[in-house]
């Protein structure tokens, strides 16, 4: 009997967790499920990436008491087999509305970001009552995944709930059609022949404060101090306008592209001189995980988490303290210098970079994440 997996995002806006949910799916399509993701509210970028045997359930909800009904009705009239949800107030939501409908539904909740950092920075609205509500509900759940051993130690340390019960699960980020994304060809002008002396550092991420943008803008005007150099940020948010004044007081306004979001950010990573992770948190970053694995050299902050793993702590990239403006710069300059004195080392660097990201490839996930949901088929025995 073909089984009905549910997978359970707020939308499809352009963020890491959205992405990651959307290859599962995708690919749990391609071998004979029926598939539906549910959906908060049907928007966002990656609306053109569902692939066509997907049903996309609109919730049409826009405030937490919204989602409870139309949840309720979704379990008891669609009977899904299994459901993954995404995202901490989500995960709370399906597990209560998974209680309320009395589904038989076998539920499996996964956190994508460093709760314990994320509660701290006060981002977290009412993080002591959602910190009782994780320890009393998630339980509940038939499996708990994180993205990473650091995120399922900081869930653990943040809920109560212990250690024991999280199952840490790495996204499953590189296939071979991400792999040929790179081969695109990139028509951004500074990448064109007449910027060949100009170095291209490239960022990505939503313009938002977990990103700490700001520092990394304040590091690349001490870049350009020293030589010059050109930096792209692929992604939109609410910051926009605050990056382009800072800018502008900084002098590097000529140097910066604020890109948007863009579709296809391994075209960039091909191109690009070195990517730069500025984060103050994370959960598994999928986008230092791409960049490696189109071979692009890397500059992080060590933020919890996640980038320590996956550059285990720094033979794969440069880790830096979170906040440091002046060793981020430090880090950026000896990358680029090294890809000018030494061309050779870099191609062998860029070769272990792209070996050593497949070990975060969709295979690996699907199998992991097949496991936790019951489905005990294997991807190579499928094919």
Not at 176 to 202: M, R, T, Y
Not at 301 to 326: H, M, W, Y
Not at 327 to 353: M, N
């Given at each position: 009997?073909?089984?009905?997996?549910?997978?359970?995002?707020?939308?499809?806006?352009?963020?890491?967790?959205?992405?990651?949910?959307?290859?599962?799916?995708?690919?749990?399509?391609?071998?004979?499920?029926?598939?539906?993701?549910?959906?908060?509210?049907?928007?966002?970028?990656?609306?053109?990436?569902?692939?066509?045997?997907?049903?996309?359930?609109?919730?049409?909800?826009?405030?937490?008491?919204?989602?409870?009904?139309?949840?309720?009705?979704?379990?008891?009239?669609?009977?899904?087999?299994?459901?993954?949800?995404?995202?901490?107030?989500?995960?709370?939501?399906?597990?209560?509305?998974?209680?309320?409908?009395?589904?038989?539904?076998?539920?499996?909740?996964?956190?994508?970001?460093?709760?314990?950092?994320?509660?701290?920075?006060?981002?977290?609205?009412?993080?002591?009552?959602?910190?009782?509500?994780?320890?009393?509900?998630?339980?509940?759940?038939?499996?708990?995944?994180?993205?990473?051993?650091?995120?399922?130690?900081?869930?653990?340390?943040?809920?109560?709930?212990?250690?024991?019960?999280?199952?840490?699960?790495?996204?499953?980020?590189?296939?071979?059609?991400?792999?040929?994304?790179?081969?695109?060809?990139?028509?951004?002008?500074?990448?064109?022949?007449?910027?060949?002396?100009?170095?291209?550092?490239?960022?990505?991420?939503?313009?938002?404060?977990?990103?700490?943008?700001?520092?990394?803008?304040?590091?690349?005007?001490?870049?350009?101090?020293?030589?010059?150099?050109?930096?792209?940020?692929?992604?939109?948010?609410?910051?926009r306008e605050e990056l382009q004044n800072l800018a502008?007081?900084?002098?590097?306004?000529?140097?910066?592209?604020?890109?948007?979001?863009?579709?296809?950010?391994?075209?960039?990573?091909?191109?690009?001189d070195v990517f730069a992770l500025s984060s103050q948190?994370?959960?598994?970053?999928?986008?230092?995980?791409?960049?490696?694995?189109?071979?692009?050299?890397?500059?992080?902050?060590?933020?919890?988490?996640?980038?320590?793993?996956?550059?285990?702590?720094?033979?794969?990239?440069?880790?830096?303290?979170?906040?440091?403006?002046?060793?981020?710069?430090?880090?950026?300059?000896?990358?680029?210098?090294?890809?000018?004195?030494?061309?050779q080392a870099i191609e062998k660097r860029q070769f272990?970079?792209?070996?050593?990201?497949?070990?975060?490839?969709?295979?690996?996930?699907?199998?992991?994440?097949?496991?936790?949901?019951?489905?005990?088929?294997?991807?190579?025995?499928?094919?």
């Amino acid at each position: 009997m073909v089984k009905r997996l549910a997978f359970f995002v707020d939308s499809l806006d352009g963020g890491g967790a959205e992405r990651v949910m959307l290859n599962l799916a995708n690919e749990y399509v391609k071998h004979g499920y029926k598939v539906d993701l549910v959906l908060a509210r049907k928007q966002g970028d990656y609306l053109r990436d569902v692939d066509s045997g997907i049903r996309i359930i609109d919730l049409e909800a826009t405030r937490f008491w919204t989602y409870f009904l139309p949840l309720i009705k979704y379990f008891r009239s669609e009977k899904p087999d299994v459901m993954l949800s995404a995202t901490t107030i989500l995960n709370l939501l399906a597990i209560m509305t998974k209680g309320l409908s009395r589904a038989k539904t076998h539920l499996v909740v996964s956190e994508h970001i460093d709760i314990l950092s994320f509660a701290n920075t006060g981002a977290l609205q009412r993080s002591s009552v959602v910190k009782r509500f994780i320890g009393f509900l998630y339980p509940k759940a038939d499996q708990i995944v994180a993205v990473s051993n650091g995120a399922a130690q900081s869930l653990s340390e943040f809920s109560g709930v212990p250690i024991t019960k999280i199952k840490a699960i790495y996204n499953g980020v590189i296939d071979q059609h991400k792999i040929d994304l790179a081969k695109e060809k990139n028509d951004h002008p500074w990448f064109g022949p007449s910027q060949a002396d100009e170095p291209v550092i490239v960022a990505v991420g939503r313009l938002q404060a977990q990103k700490d943008y700001p520092m990394l803008l304040k590091s690349f005007a001490l870049v350009c101090e020293q030589r010059k150099a050109k930096l792209i940020i692929l992604g939109e948010g609410e910051l926009r306008e605050e990056l382009q004044n800072l800018a502008h007081e900084l002098n590097i306004s000529e140097h910066l592209s604020l890109h948007g979001f863009e579709s296809n950010p391994f075209k960039f990573f091909a191109n690009a001189d070195v990517f730069a992770l500025s984060s103050q948190y994370e959960g598994l970053p999928t986008v230092l995980i791409e960049a490696l694995a189109c071979g692009c050299p890397v500059v992080s902050t060590n933020c919890p988490s996640g980038p320590e793993e996956i550059l285990e702590q720094g033979k794969f990239g440069a880790l830096v303290k979170v906040g440091d403006e002046r060793g981020f710069a430090d880090a950026l300059l000896a990358v680029l210098k090294l890809r000018e004195e030494s061309p050779q080392a870099i191609e062998k660097r860029q070769f272990d970079l792209m070996s050593h990201g497949q070990q975060f490839n969709v295979d690996n996930a699907f199998n992991e994440y097949s496991k936790v949901l019951g489905l005990t088929m294997n991807i190579k025995d499928s094919k």
